[in-house]
């Protein structure tokens, strides 16, 4: 992570000279998020795949220039927070929709979504009783590398993935419920 850090301190020194605030990258991020939707939605999966991950950047890179511009504030972390998940929720609709005639697929999809919605549920709600938990392996920049990973191989094999996928999530999710449970009773 530390060397993930150093790559992008060019691009926060840039973006803190500009003037940039956080939340101008959290709403940027959430904007071009439908970019890598519109490409899922039109079976274009490697331009998701490779747009995904690039305006994934813009979540990362908010969160570096509040620390740097030590602008770093509950709301901030709430909207960004919140975007994040409207961003997540654009991506599996266009997923949903280049599968709009597959209703198995479709409850596959939505499952991904529900887990993966509810691993940040659940850390948001630790937060909100003054607990934070990151247990599991699916944090989103995961989340975010997998889908984008498998994207490269197309629709068909990117369906596939999900099955491991809501594993994954799965097993993260109950991570959190249990070490919040340990922590708050």
Same mark, same amino acid.
Request: charge should be positive; charged fraction near 20%; aromatic fraction near 20%.
């Given at each position: 992570?530390?060397?993930?850090?150093?790559?992008?301190?060019?691009?926060?020194?840039?973006?803190?000279? #500009?003037?940039?605030?956080?939340?101008?990258?959290?709403?940027?991020?959430?904007?071009?998020?439908?970019?890598?939707?519109?490409?899922?939605?039109?079976?274009?999966?490697?331009?998701?795949?490779?747009?995904?991950? %690039?305006?994934?950047?813009?979540?990362?890179?908010?969160?570096? %220039?509040?620390?740097?511009?030590?602008?770093?504030?509950?709301?901030?972390?709430?909207?960004?927070?919140?975007?994040?998940?409207?961003?997540?929720?654009?991506?599996?609709?266009?997923? %949903?929709?280049? &599968?709009?005639?597959?209703?198995?697929?479709?409850?596959?999809? &939505?499952?991904? &979504?529900?887990?993966?919605?509810?691993?940040?549920?659940?850390?948001?709600?630790?937060?909100?009783?003054?607990?934070?938990?990151?247990?599991?392996?699916?944090?989103?920049?995961?989340?975010?590398?997998?889908?984008?990973?498998?994207? &490269?191989?197309? #629709?068909?094999?990117?369906?596939?993935?999900?099955?491991?996928?809501?594993?994954?999530?799965?097993?993260?999710?109950?991570?959190?419920?249990?070490?919040?449970?340990?922590? %708050?009773?």
């Amino acid at each position: 992570m530390e060397k993930y850090k150093k790559f992008l301190s060019p691009f926060v020194d840039f973006l803190a000279q #500009k003037k940039f605030k956080p939340v101008h990258l959290t709403i940027i991020g959430l904007i071009l998020s439908i970019v890598p939707a519109t490409f899922y939605a039109l079976n274009f999966y490697i331009l998701a795949g490779i747009f995904l991950i %690039l305006f994934s950047l813009f979540d990362t890179l908010d969160g570096e %220039l509040a620390r740097k511009k030590n602008e770093v504030t509950k709301f901030g972390g709430v909207i960004d927070s919140t975007f994040d998940r409207i961003s997540e929720g654009f991506i599996f609709c266009g997923i %949903l929709y280049s &599968f709009k005639e597959n209703t198995f697929a479709i409850i596959i999809i &939505f499952i991904s &979504f529900l887990f993966s919605f509810m691993i940040s549920y659940v850390r948001a709600r630790g937060e909100g009783e003054n607990f934070s938990t990151r247990k599991g392996p699916m944090e989103r920049a995961l989340r975010i590398l997998y889908l984008s990973f498998f994207s &490269f191989f197309g #629709k068909r094999i990117f369906l596939y993935s999900l099955f491991p996928f809501i594993i994954l999530n799965l097993f993260t999710f109950i991570r959190r419920i249990l070490d919040l449970k340990k922590n %708050l009773i």
